[in-house]
Each structure stands twice: as C-alpha cells, then as structure tokens.
C-alpha cells in the first residue's frame, strides 16, 4: 500500500457546509440518505474543476442525484464514488445501506449487546456513508433517526433534540441538529435501551447544561463516579484554561465493545464501558483514577480537538498532546503533582521510550503512514504531552496560559496546524519558537549526560551538559533540541543546599539547553554538592550523570523534589538488580533508605507505595543490551526477595497498623492508603518460600483477599498469593470467578491477572484460558484482558523456545480478519527483536515473519509487521 504524505497536503476540492443524514435503523440493512450542500472550494474557484471524489467502504450504494436529477454516469471502487464533472454549487443526495450488525470492525455503525453505536475517528466515517472523510472538512449536521420503538426507546446524535415522534408501525424517530461546525469523525450516533443518570451543572457564564450518562441498564449507580468526575472536570477547565461547555446538553454513553477507550464525539461521548462503570466492589482504585482522567479527557477534547480541530492527521498529536497535557493537569490538582508526575512518568517509560528506540519509532508529527489507526502511539499521546509540558515550563505558567487562550481564540472553529500552535506562543511573548518544533518533526529519546566539577575554595560548580539522540528509522542525522532542565542542589546528607546562579540565590532553577553541549557555573556553592537534575522530569530524556553511588542515597534520602527521590529509588534499584553478581552492601543500603522513607511521617501513603514499587522488568530491560528476559526476571524476583527477608519485621508492623476504612471511598487519600497496604503484602509474601514467617504471612494474604470489602483489595491480595501459586492462589481465583462471574468487566480482571502471572505454567494456563466459555476474541476488551496482558508479561511471553511469540501471532492473525484496528496494536510486542539476545531475537523474528507472510493481511498489520522488519 502507498504511504500517505504530509508533503502531499492540500486544501480540499470541495466544502460540504451542510450535512443532513437519515438513518432508517435495521440490524442488517440499515438504509443512510446523506443530503449534502457542496460548493468547490473558493481557493480554487475558476482554476480547478477537479470531479468530486467521495470515500466510501463496505457501501452498498441505492441511488445519487444531483440537485434532485438522477445521476447514473458515476465511477465506484471499493473506497471511493466519483463524479467526474459537478457545478460549483449543488445538493448531492445519496442513499446506502450498511449492516451493522455485521460489523466486526467496530468502526462506522456497528452493533454492541443489541445497540446501535458509531465510531467514526479517524476513518470511520466512510463507512457510514459517502463523504470527504477527512478533518479538514467542516459542516453543520442535522441527523434524523428512525427505529422500532421496542428495544430502541433511546435515539441520541450530536447537538440539540429539536424533535421526536411516533411512526406507524411501531416505530419512531429523533432529530437532532449541531450548531456547531465540525469535522465528521465526531459524528455519533447510538440507538437502543439504556437506563440514564442525569444530572446538570451551571456554566461560568450562568448557563444550565444537562447533563446525561448512557449506561447498560441496572447501572446506572455505577455511573456516579463518572458523573462526578465530568463536572469536577468542567469546573476545573473553566478556572484553569477559562473554557466553558459551548451545548446545553452534554452527553455520555458506555458500551462493551469498544475498540480503544473513549470517544470525544460533539456533545456526544462514547466510552468503552469499563472506563466508566465504577463502584467498590467491582473496580479498583486505579479504575476510578482511570475514569476520572479518561472522562477529563474527552471533555477537554470539546475545546482542544472540537471547537479546535486538525488539519489532516498528521497534526494528531494538536489535539491528542495538548488534551492529555490538560488531562494530566487535572489529574494532578485532583491527587496531588508529585504522585500523578511518578505515574505519568512511568508510563512514559514503559510506553513510549521503548516505542522511540525501536523500528516503529515516529516524530510526534510523522511526515507518512499507511494507516492512521496505527498511529494513535504513545508517541503522539505521552511524548506529545511532554511537550506542551515542556513549553509551560520553558514560558512559565501565566504566559502558558495567555498562549493558550490566544490559540483558541484564534483557531476556534478551524482545522489547525502545530504551526498555528506554536505562533500562539510566538504572539504572546514574541520569541522564536521554531525550535520547538523539533521536538515535534524528530523522533528518538535524547540523552542527557552532566558531569560536575567543583571548586571548593573558590565555592564554584561547574555543570556541563551534553545531548545527543541516536538515529531513527528514516532519519540519521539529529539536531540538539531545546531542553528545559529543572535542578537543584544537595549535601552529602541530602539537605537542600543554595546557591548563586548570575547573581540571585537560588535554591531551585531552570537553565534550558539549546546546544549539542553547554556549561553552566553557579556561585557560593557552600559544601560539596549532590546534584538533584531534572527535577519533575521537566524534559521526556534519558538522563545519565557522572557521581558516586552515595549521591543517588543522599537523593533517596532527602531530596525535597519528591520526583526525583523516587528517581534515586529506581535508579539505585535498577543498578542492583542489573549487576551480574548481588552487591550486598548496596543492597543493604537500599533496603534502610526503603525503610526510612516507609517510617517517615512526611510522606503521603501514596508516595509511599510508589517508592516501594521496583522498577518493571521492561523498564529494567531498557538498560540492559541485548535484554535477556530471563536473566531481569531472575534477579528482580532475587532483589525483591532479600528485600522482603531484610525489611519483613517493619512491612509487617505497617501492615498491620493500616486498619481498612470503615466505608469506602475513592479519593486519592484512602487510594493512597490501599495501595500502599497492598504494596506492603505483595513484598512480604515475595519473601514468603524463606522466611519463617511463610504460613503466616501466606494466611495474612489470603485472609486479606477472602476479608476484602473492595476490588483494589481483593486484587491486591491476588497479586500477592500470586508468590505462593498453588492451593491458596488457585482457590482465590475460584472463589473470585464464582462471585463475580456475571460481571464481565471484573472477569476480564479474571482473566488478566492470570495472563499477567509471572510463572513458568502461564502459557499452557493462557492457551486454556483461550478456550474457556468466557473467552471471546470478538469483544475486544476481553481479548485484550488475555492476549495483551500475557504480552507484557515480559517472562512468560518470552518463552526460550519462542512459544509464547507463537501464541501471540496466532491470536494476532485470527483478530485480523475481523478487527484490524485492535489486532494491530499487539504487532509492536514482537517488533523490537534486534535488541533481544539469542534466542529470542531470531524467535521474535521468525514470528513477524510468518505475520508477513499470512495471506490477506489488513493494511494496518501489514504496516507495522513491515516496518519492525525493515
Ligand atoms: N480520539 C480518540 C481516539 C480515536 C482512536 C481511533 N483509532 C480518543 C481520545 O484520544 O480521546
Ligand atoms: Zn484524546
């Protein structure tokens, strides 16, 4: 398939001011009238009389007329109708039918537990009706809908309800209209028996806005949280961005079959289910903050991607980055920064760094692709974020704020560029910021080195800075990007230290690397220093600095930048677990900067179970070349145990000194406070095979998960029997399987957890799994719960013998004759084989081989089998 080119973009031919759809809904033969008002595009006008090209896939076309005249001379393929020579200005009328119940992509109308629901972001569309699918084409939408009364009292599309009524048999019909020009991937429609929760919220202008949550019906009380969640976000944007909800009706529907999470559609939100049901017993903490940020998100999307969208999708990273900047800020006002900036971090890494180093690495705006699915990454999404980020901190957070709103007040209503971004921050403080915009055009993680001197007469510390990022596919040469990096200073003992950096004490400043390598001298430095650099992670960069192994501890100990205590954690962890042979001093001295930071009453029990969470073995596998799987799970499992045997009598008596709640809730405090008791159990059963303590703490954990009032509990008492195996762990998983066995989105937890087992059984345990009644390929949350949880399982999914890979291509395979979309995102676990060491390189490679060479591939497997091997 031909790649397609940024360089390629041009203005559309043709503008489609209004849109008017008909839907006549039927489960196999929906009927969709499109009347379109169609004028070519003034920039062409005189100079151009190109032929309307419309897409359109998997259309059975009825009829077209132009300016209600029949028209019969049109060219049709599978992805397009053309008609060769149009006026230019007319009313196209075309009608077609769809199946939606047929349809397994989950894109366009399809059909989930008996609804109607669309998906039409990024290409959907097309396959809804004949269209110029592509962002750039704003239009004003009106939607009627028809369908039997009995099983679909529900008919919701975008904007305003201007009308219902009955039909004659049995049925009857809504219509809607949106005030709003938008593109057609936020087009929504959803149609069917729902039970609603609603509620409203008055806008910082004085305006009512209902608001509606759409949930399977019998759940409508797990909505709350979601419901909650929706009008702290509103609040929140209005204060922080000045953004206010634009409709007087904000909706918000849940469905199980969902190819991704959730959908920002105009006024209409799509969420996959089990990111918006919630209540104690059936989901866990991380849920609820998933939920919460999940909800934040596509509201936020109302300002930046709706009333703002992209050019072409190459821009994705406009919407996407700067939306899950404002989600991540949310997050943070809502749980506190320094906790939401460890986990954003984490993720970062566990996510996007890998994807940056390896064949499928891509710039936060690529310049092709094939298939655009293929690049909702964590590239555009995490990396991108970094940047907003990383301008926020580079102008300070009021110029940010007038950038901002000078950026919307600009582009509101068009379809933007990363350009257009940038001139908001050029407009508001008149700087250059064209070299931003690398950040945005390069691929590839830089590395940041610092080394020190220090002159301890004439108190002086000299700091030099280097960058360099290692080529990416298709792009060899790298340019130095602008780095901001946030730093402080410490004792030996881990007291902040001042100093003088061009005349201003300072105890914390900010010095932006614009070079390959660059020098900074700060003054009055009193004693030797430790340096605390990066701070916050203020740049998305894999730092290394030139010290002795006590200044990480002395940062351990007591930095006061909370990120960067954690840092030292995971770096001094990460140094030990990698080390051919155990250094035991080292590990000593980990294990009593554990303890200290666990008996330290300053810190929240949030930080707390953070700082006790050892690096993952796939972050640990990024700084081990090649990785050896086997040899990281080896000595993690090691390191955790002699933590456990070291620290049992003090993770103990916290334990039991953390009573549960009385009643439940969610907010980051009584998170906090649960997860930092489950980190507690899971590291003194990882010590349970040696220490004396085995049977008690074995009873401990078990009575933990049968005693649990809440799923973050009962999880987390899973995890922990998860050391033990055998009687306990497996009766735990029965007894959860029996209760909960009605409630798909805890079995798809079911089947995760034991997907994600670090055990030498977990395959064959897997390819059971894979069988079980429960198990269903076609939803693809379930599918995800086992295939994608065993492919992150780095220990069993990298089997010597390459079963594992085997599995997985199976998987992947089968999912791709009917869900492209969803079966594409399970290519990059194998795509990074070159780094791997013997035998599962050629393992990994042999599996992306016989990928390739299947028969009727989709696009988007093929794009990225192709690139991994390239
Ligand atoms: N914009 C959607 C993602 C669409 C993915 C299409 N393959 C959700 C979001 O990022 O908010
Ligand atoms: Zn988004």
Redesign the pocket.
Known sequence: PQPIQLSDYKAPDFLIATTELDFDLAPETTRVTARLTITRNAAYLGANDAPLVLMGERLKLLSVTLDGQPVTDYTLTDETLTLASVPDSFTLETEVEINPLGNKTLEGLYMSSGRYCTQC??EGFRKITYYLDRPDGLSKYRVRIEAPKAGFPHLLSNGNLLETGDLDGGKHYALWEDPFFKPCYLFALVAGELDVLEDSLTTMSGRKVELKIYVDTGMRDRSLYAMDALKRSMLWDEQVYGREYDLDLFMIVAVRDF??????NKGLNVFNASLLLADPTTATDMDYERIESVIA??YF?NWSGNRVTCRDWFQLCLK?GL?VFRDQGFSADQRGHAVARIKDVRALRARQFPEDSGPLAHPVRPSSYVKI?NF?TATIYEKGAEIVGMLKTFVGPATYRQALDHYFATNDGTAATLEDFLAAFEAVTGDDFSPWLQWYTQAGTPRLHVTSAYDANSKTLTLSFTQATAPTPGQPEKSALPIPIRFGLLTAEGEKQMFTRDGILAAESLFILRDASAELTLNDVKHAPVLSILRHFSAPVVLTVEEPTSHAFARFKGDSDPFNRWEAAQGLAKAIILSETPDEDLIDGFAQGLEASLLDEDLDHAFKALIMGLPTESDLAQSLSPIDPAFIHRNRKAFKTALSLRLYETVHGLYTSLTPAETFSPDADAAGTRALRNALLDLMLAGHNRGAENATSVNLAFRHFETASNMTDMVGGLVALMHVQDRPYKDALDIFYARFKHEPLVIDKWFALQAGCAHPDTLARVRTLSQHPDFDAKTPNRWRALVQSFANNQSAFHAPDGSGYDFLVDQVLEVDAFNP?TAARLVEPLSRYRVYAEPYRTNMKKALQTITLSPDLSKNVLELATKALA
């Open positions: 972001e990024a190819n991704f999470g959730a959908m920002e998100h596509e999307h996407e939306t699915d909702y979309m």
